[in-house]
């Protein structure tokens, strides 16, 4: 049973940083299938990073230069380094995984940033 389980977030001044992690778990993946999202109040779940299948990776443009998507295959993790935080990246932060065609989610880590 593929179970994707974000972890990391937390209470943050604005210009902090925090780390999220993902960790899977019940099956193995490329880089380029897990993606991380954010959800704010009243918005629509927007994609924030994605690997590509070179290795390297894609940023909404808010967070460009800010974050950054990264994965440990021996904990089968991938992370969203978050720096220079803002209070607009309130948000409850996801990991998806696409995999056969099946989309996982996570259940979210709430990220908050004050200002």
């Known amino acids: 049973q593929v179970q994707l389980e974000e972890s990391g977030g937390g209470l943050v001044q604005a210009g902090g940083s925090l780390r999220l992690a993902c960790a899977v778990s019940?099956?193995?993946?490329?880089?380029?299938?897990v993606d991380w999202y954010r959800q704010a109040p009243g918005n629509q779940r927007e994609l924030v990073a994605s690997?590509?299948?070179?290795?390297?990776?894609n940023y909404a443009d808010s967070v460009k230069g800010r974050f950054t998507i990264s994965r440990d295959s021996a904990k089968n993790t991938v992370y969203l380094q978050m720096n220079s935080l803002k209070p607009e990246d309130t948000a409850v932060y996801f990991c998806?995984?696409?995999?056969?065609?099946?989309?996982?989610w996570g259940k979210g880590t709430l990220v908050t940033v004050s200002s």
């Open positions: 690997g590509t299948s070179g290795g390297s990776a």
């Open positions: 998806h995984l696409l995999k056969g065609g099946v989309h996982y």
């Open positions: 019940g099956t193995i993946f490329w880089f380029n299938a």
